[in-house]
């Protein structure tokens, strides 16, 4: 057997490009051997200063750039690009592939060396801080998704994984905590919020409760997955808030305003909070999801047979202790098996054993937080909120199998 | 003795709690003037930090077309084909409309603001697209007088200014649930009621 395959490759080597061929066609053959040919010594020697995926590897953001969504958000600059879900291995979603929703501001080009952070309004003494000195403070590494409130599935037969759950992402951010910062400045009593200032084109502000950056999780982040942050995800400085919708973790941070009262910016109270959608308009964290990622809307299935039930879930307010998938159109639910870390406000794995008999099958599961809060059925759901699906919608997402293996949204 | 172990603990604690209030790290240095009031400062509901200045809705007329807003917002803010300024409606595109509700997407109609601060800042901030900080405070005033003019809110007449501008009543004030003075948002605990469908 070895001596056979050792003949073949002498073979191809002799060969030339007719042997390509053969080389080729043996890649599929019992052999199974992977070919040995190598990048071009100038590329690896260029990818030794800081690499670069192999050319075979072709995952992107989904962009979306058709007419509607590029007038989302009011200016023709607008657009999302979604996290390629259905491709994530583990639970960090590589910088370059963490979703992008920009509301008008392309990034901003900051030198760092001239970047500065003001922490100011009810504070004892207003502080400006270089980037240099913000990373001579101590610094936090934690692992945190991050949503935009738009993302929620909604119904239609063709919609993809990614198109209906693609706005989230999950890095390690590094950074100061913005209570360290906070208490450096002294904050003055009666304050009880705290408004983000942005160097963005437009200058966009948010306002969040202080009670939620006195918390040691808020982050004002210069790392993201061990290299500093991109600049389409805020370089060099972003508001990291955990479990709080995507809106308020503003990037390309450039102030931190202590105030007594929310500013309710424009970005802030948008399209968001209007009375007759959510008569509690609480938009803080997002709630407990999940979403199974393999098999899922937009994907095939090759044949039945062995397949592992994979996916994500994440809850806003803390940590997934359990997620529940069922395989008969929610009749009877299994507990899935968490693989990896299960850590508060970040993205955990679960995955569940299924062998596919070929017959149509729904998919789908529940998430559980260690606070017992469970992911709503829509039915649930409507009838908290009301009709509408508003944004921040986290109901359980069914796939449907079609019996040739076509994956379908069942919303 | 268990007395004056307690009472010197609750020293020790307010100590602890003074200390609390002083720098650790001595990192950072204070901010300039011009620092502290940046052209483009986040302004809040209530108009703090607004700078001093005036404008009505007739200059704000002329400045509409001289600083170029017409040319994305239409000859009266009405046309586009950037986002329309006055009327209800938020785009005219109608596919557009038809994605959110009926055009009833109050993130670009002038009515839909919560406070009139809001234009004020908007404006302030990021327009024009591309040339921020190139409108004078009382450009900003008189063009955010002339947008709540055209759309009803206030009279051709009235002056617009660091006063009398966090003051105007915009019409969709009740139509958000949320609110500074909702006790809700002043009070955030974690875990908000949203989580809690079930």
Same mark, same amino acid.
């Given at each position: 057997?070895?001596?056979?395959?050792?003949?073949?490759?002498?073979?191809?080597?002799?060969?030339?490009?007719?042997?390509?061929?053969? /080389?080729?066609?043996?890649?599929?053959?019992?052999? +199974?051997?992977?070919?040995?040919?190598?990048?071009?010594?100038?590329?690896?020697? %260029?990818?030794?200063?800081?690499?670069?995926?192999?050319?075979?590897?072709?995952?992107?953001?989904?962009?979306?750039?058709?007419?509607?969504?590029?007038?989302?958000?009011?200016?023709?600059?607008?657009?999302?690009?979604?996290?390629? *879900?259905?491709?994530?291995?583990?639970?960090?979603?590589?910088?370059?592939?963490?979703?992008?929703?920009?509301?008008?501001?392309?990034?901003?080009?900051?030198?760092?060396?001239?970047?500065?952070?003001?922490?100011?309004?009810?504070?004892?003494?207003?502080?400006?801080?270089?980037?240099?000195?913000?990373?001579?403070?101590?610094?936090?590494?934690?692992?945190?998704?991050?949503?935009?409130?738009?993302?929620?599935?909604?119904?239609?037969?063709?919609?993809? *994984?990614?198109?209906?759950?693609?706005?989230?992402?999950?890095?390690?951010?590094?950074?100061?905590?913005?209570?360290?910062?906070?208490?450096?400045?002294?904050?003055?009593?009666?304050?009880?919020?705290?408004?983000?200032?942005?160097?963005?084109?437009?200058?966009?502000?948010?306002?969040?409760? *202080?009670?939620?950056?006195?918390?040691?999780?808020?982050?004002?982040?210069? +790392?993201?997955?061990?290299?500093?942050?991109?600049?389409?995800?805020?370089?060099?400085?972003?508001?990291?808030?955990?479990?709080? %919708?995507?809106?308020?973790?503003?990037?390309?941070?450039?102030?931190?305003?202590?105030?007594?009262?929310?500013?309710?910016?424009?970005?802030?109270?948008?399209?968001?909070?209007?009375?007759?959608?959510?008569?509690?308009?609480?938009?803080?964290?997002?709630?407990?999801?999940? &979403?199974?990622?393999?098999?899922?809307?937009?994907?095939?299935?090759?044949?039945?047979?062995?397949?592992?039930? &994979?996916?994500?879930?994440?809850?806003?307010?803390?940590?997934?202790?359990?997620?529940?998938?069922?395989?008969?159109?929610?009749?009877?639910?299994?507990?899935? %098996?968490?693989?990896?870390?299960?850590?508060?406000?970040?993205?955990?794995?679960?995955? *569940?054993?299924?062998?596919?008999?070929?017959?149509?099958?729904? /998919?789908?599961?529940?998430?559980?937080?260690?606070?017992?809060?469970?992911?709503?059925?829509?039915?649930?759901?409507?009838?908290?909120?009301?009709?509408?699906?508003?944004?921040?919608?986290?109901?359980?997402?069914?796939?449907?199998?079609?019996?040739?293996?076509?994956?379908?949204?069942?919303? | 003795?268990?007395?004056?172990?307690?009472?010197?603990?609750?020293?020790?604690?307010?100590?602890?709690?003074?200390?609390?209030?002083?720098?650790?790290?001595?990192?950072?240095?204070?901010?300039?003037?011009?620092?502290?009031?940046?052209?483009?400062?986040?302004?809040?509901?209530?108009?703090?930090? =607004?700078?001093?200045?005036?404008?009505?809705?007739?200059?704000?007329?002329? =400045?509409?077309?001289?600083?170029?807003? #017409?040319?994305?917002?239409?000859?009266?803010?009405?046309?586009?084909?950037?986002?329309?300024?006055?009327? @209800?409606?938020? #785009?005219?595109?109608?596919?557009?409309?038809?994605?959110?509700?009926?055009?009833?997407?109050?993130?670009?109609?002038?009515?839909?603001?919560?406070?009139?601060?809001?234009?004020?800042?908007?404006?302030?901030?990021?327009?024009?697209?591309?040339?921020?900080?190139?409108?004078?405070?009382?450009?900003?005033?008189?063009?955010?007088?002339? =947008?709540?003019?055209?759309?009803?809110?206030? @009279? @051709?007449?009235?002056?617009?200014? @660091?006063? #009398?501008?966090?003051?105007?009543?915009?019409?969709?004030?009740?139509?958000?649930?949320?609110?500074?003075?909702?006790?809700?948002? #002043?009070?955030?605990?974690?875990?908000?009621?949203?989580?809690?469908?079930?």
């Amino acid at each position: 057997m070895h001596a056979k395959r050792a003949t073949t490759r002498r073979q191809v080597l002799k060969g030339g490009g007719a042997a390509l061929v053969g /080389l080729a066609a043996g890649a599929g053959t019992a052999s +199974g051997q992977t070919l040995r040919t190598t990048m071009p010594d100038n590329l690896a020697r %260029e990818l030794m200063a800081y690499g670069r995926r192999s050319r075979y590897v072709e995952t992107g953001r989904i962009t979306l750039d058709n007419k509607v969504n590029m007038q989302m958000h009011g200016d023709p600059y607008g657009f999302d690009a979604l996290t390629p *879900l259905g491709e994530q291995m583990g639970i960090i979603t590589p910088a370059p592939l963490h979703f992008i929703s920009s509301h008008g501001d392309p990034p901003p080009d900051v030198d760092p060396a001239k970047h500065r952070l003001m922490i100011h309004g009810m504070v004892e003494r207003p502080l400006v801080f270089t980037m240099d000195e913000l990373k001579r403070l101590p610094s936090v590494s934690r692992i945190n998704f991050i949503e935009c409130l738009a993302n929620r599935p909604q119904p239609g037969e063709e919609r993809t *994984l990614e198109q209906n759950h693609g706005l989230i992402g999950c890095s390690e951010w590094t950074g100061v905590p913005l209570s360290l910062l906070l208490k450096e400045a002294g904050v003055k009593n009666g304050a009880s919020w705290v408004v983000g200032e942005s160097l963005g084109r437009t200058q966009q502000a948010r306002s969040f409760p *202080l009670g939620k950056a006195m918390m040691d999780d808020t982050l004002v982040a210069y +790392g993201q997955n061990g290299e500093p942050v991109q600049p389409h995800n805020g370089y060099p400085l972003r508001l990291v808030i955990p479990g709080f %919708e995507g809106k308020f973790q503003l990037k390309w941070l450039r102030g931190i305003k202590v105030t007594d009262q929310p500013y309710v910016t424009y970005w802030e109270h948008s399209s968001f909070t209007r009375r007759e959608r959510s008569p509690l308009g609480a938009y803080w964290e997002q709630g407990p999801k999940s &979403v199974i990622t393999h098999p899922a809307g937009g994907q095939r299935l090759p044949g039945h047979g062995y397949f592992t039930i &994979v996916g994500f879930a994440w809850s806003g307010t803390g940590a997934v202790s359990r997620v529940e998938v069922s395989t008969d159109g929610g009749r009877t639910w299994q507990n899935a %098996e968490i693989e990896g870390p299960a850590l508060p406000m970040a993205m955990t794995r679960f995955k *569940l054993p299924w062998t596919w008999d070929g017959s149509e099958a729904v /998919l789908q599961s529940r998430c559980i937080d260690e606070r017992g809060d469970v992911q709503p059925t829509p039915e649930e759901y409507g009838a908290f909120w009301g009709e509408y699906a508003a944004p921040h919608g986290n109901v359980i997402q069914p796939w449907r199998v079609t019996s040739v293996g076509r994956v379908l949204n069942a919303l | 003795m268990r007395c004056s172990v307690f009472a010197a603990a609750i020293v020790v604690a307010c100590v602890g709690a003074v200390a609390a209030q002083g720098q650790t790290y001595n990192l950072g240095r204070a901010p300039t003037e011009e620092e502290l009031n940046p052209a483009g400062a986040a302004i809040g509901p209530d108009g703090r930090g =607004l700078p001093a200045g005036s404008g009505t809705a007739a200059e704000g007329a002329l =400045l509409y077309v001289a600083r170029g807003c #017409s040319q994305c917002h239409g000859p009266t803010g009405a046309e586009g084909p950037g986002p329309h300024l006055v009327g @209800e409606r938020g #785009s005219g595109n109608p596919e557009y409309d038809a994605f959110y509700e009926g055009g009833n997407w109050q993130g670009r109609g002038i009515r839909n603001f919560m406070f009139a601060t809001q234009i004020w800042s908007w404006i302030n901030q990021g327009m024009p697209l591309n040339q921020q900080g190139f409108l004078t405070a009382d450009e900003v005033y008189s063009l955010t007088a002339y =947008l709540l003019h055209r759309n009803g809110i206030i @009279e @051709e007449d009235d002056i617009l200014d @660091e006063t #009398s501008l966090p003051q105007v009543q915009m019409p969709a004030r009740g139509a958000f649930a949320y609110t500074p003075d909702h006790p809700a948002y #002043s009070e955030w605990k974690p875990r908000m009621p949203r989580t809690r469908v079930r």
